[in-house]
């Protein structure tokens, strides 16, 4: 399981091509080529980094057009891995809108799957944000969990993002 994405130790600098503040953390973005491969949630202490790069430049100002304003539709090469299911999951998830969410369980029987091979798959997603793992929830509506937590400051964020989207949670 890849829990990189909530780092208790900030990294050095020349690890992340730009560190960016959102109201929740600092997301540590990293870039490989013309790809954007990680973006990881800091602790908000973590010092900001200016973007190194066009690619950078362009992740920063759409990641801060998203928290302007959560209906807006990312446009970014993804470096996407992961197994076939995690990638058929990831996008699946990318056609959740803004301010909707869907259930593991309804995920997983869209793609004939189970709830917690969608969870996994969601706790591997690299791009959060971008692809919106924080719009997944459980059946009866609760949070469920997110970046491989079941409480803690992940579901902190993940309830922060759900309601920047206007979706109680």
Not at 131 to 159: E, Q, W, Y
Request: proline letters at 7%; a positive charge.
């Amino acid at each position: 399981m890849n829990k990189q994405r909530v780092n208790l130790q900030a990294k050095p600098a020349d690890d992340y091509q730009a560190k960016i503040a959102t109201p929740v953390a600092i997301l540590g973005l990293r870039i490989e080529e013309d790809w954007l491969t990680d973006i990881e949630y800091l602790p908000l202490d973590t010092p900001l980094l200016a973007p190194h790069g066009p690619l950078a430049k362009e992740v920063c100002q759409q990641l801060r057009a998203y928290l302007a304003d959560p209906g807006f539709v990312f446009d970014l090469s993804l470096h996407i891995g992961g197994t076939t299911h995690q990638r058929r999951v990831w996008h699946t998830i990318q056609g959740i809108p803004s301010g909707a969410t869907r259930s593991y369980a309804d995920i997983a029987t869209q793609l004939h799957s189970a709830p917690r091979a969608v969870g996994q798959a969601c706790g591997a997603n690299r791009l959060p944000i971008v692809i919106p793992c924080h719009r997944v929830i459980a059946r009866n509506g609760g949070l469920g969990g997110f970046m491989n937590a079941r409480d803690g400051v992940p579901l902190g964020i993940k309830r922060w993002l759900l309601q920047h989207e206007c979706i109680r949670a």
